[in-house]
């Protein structure tokens, strides 16, 4: 329930200059990266994967000023669906029951989506997303029964006057630029091999995949796809230039996706593509380049960015809450 004077109300294209802002602002505040920008906003009245009139509210005072923005998109097309959310609330707006309202809103949305299923063959789930030292938050969910399922780790890598370690590849391999091979299909079936056995992936169809790339997630002009003959066996799938420093707050590039099909890992390949990534970054002009990298990660991903200079800056926690029928 929200404090007298403020209400809900969906998100409309107008809201989207000043929920961006309050979006920077909370970030700020929390010293929180990958935020929502403007584009963002702006592609999820297009997203296929949103109902503008069920999945983005706003909470507004009695002056109509913006003090809270709310987003949830379902995540997942097997026996697990995920409503996975985020939350963002004005620093002069908190401590007064908003974002305990904005989570009982989005777990309201998940019941209701639930009891249209009845039986139990599907299970739905609440999700989120929080920086492990936003206490304040972390409260809030975990009083509306919301549990940490997950901790990924945030890493970077200074690029000004750290040098580039030397990561060949075997004759047999090549890296190429993926805006000269554009060979996205071969590509999205390689990364959803890949991460088949990780934890939370659901295998993601081309249409998904590919609106990743229209909507700016992973770009191609900066993006390196590894080949072994013919055949895709991994990938670098990165973010830069001035959307990057736009999302990130600061002069940074952004690995969204890095992956090695299993068959050919431990042979140096991840290393190399993120050797030829922060080639790219530092003629981009970025001074440092970040990636998340699950906590757990049995594949060694967390030593081999540690061998190329990456250092662990933050954590993140996955919450999850079920709907018990």
């Known amino acids: 329930m929200l404090p007298d004077g403020f209400r809900f109300r969906l998100f409309t294209p ?29 592609s999820r009245f297009a997203d296929g994967e949103v109902n503008p009139e069920k999945d983005l509210w706003v909470v507004e005072d009695e002056g109509g000023a913006l003090a809270a ?23 002069d707006q908190r401590n007064r029951g908003i974002g305990r309202a904005l989570v009982a809103n989005q777990w309201r949305l998940v019941e209701e989506t639930a009891r249209r299923y009845p039986g139990g063959a599907i299970r739905f789930r609440l ?25 990924f780790i945030v890493m970077n890598r200074d690029l000004p006057g ?32 890949a991460f088949s056995e990780h934890w939370g992936f659901e295998k993601e169809s081309f249409e998904k995949f590919r609106k990743k790339v229209e909507a700016g997630l992973f770009d191609p002009r900066f993006s390196f796809i590894l080949f072994k003959g ?8 990165n973010d830069m ?31 190399a593509l993120l050797v030829r990534t922060m080639e790219k970054a530092m003629e981009m002009g970025h001074s440092a380049l970040g990636l998340n990298v699950d906590a757990t990660n049995e594949s060694g991903a967390v030593r081999v960015y540690e061998s190329v200079g990456f250092y662990a ?12 029928p």
């Open 14 to 42: 107008e809201d989207v200059e000043a929920a961006a802002h309050l979006i920077h602002l909370s970030a700020l505040k929390d010293q929180e990266q990958r935020v929502l920008t403007r584009d963002i906003l702006n």
């Open 127 to 151: 999700g989120t997303r929080l920086l492990e030292t936003n206490l304040a938050a972390r409260a809030v969910v975990e009083a509306s029964g919301m549990k940490i399922a997950r901790r």
């Open 230 to 237: 013919d055949e895709v066996v991994g990938a670098s799938l």
């Open 241 to 271: 230039g001035e959307g990057a420093i736009e999302k990130q707050g600061r002069n940074q590039a952004w690995v969204q996706i890095i992956f090695v099909r299993k068959e050919w890992r431990r042979r140096g390949l991840a290393r």
């Open 162 to 193: 750290k040098g580039i370690p030397e990561g060949q590849v075997a004759d047999a391999f090549r890296i190429v630029p993926w805006v000269e091979q554009r060979e996205d299909e071969a590509v999205w079936n390689a990364y959803n091999d």
């Open 69 to 91: 923005y709310g987003e949830g998109i379902w995540r997942g097309e097997g026996r697990v669906r995920v409503y996975q959310t985020r939350s963002f609330v004005h620093p």
């Open 313 to 324: 800056e933050a954590g993140y926690l996955i919450y999850y809450r079920d709907f018990l």
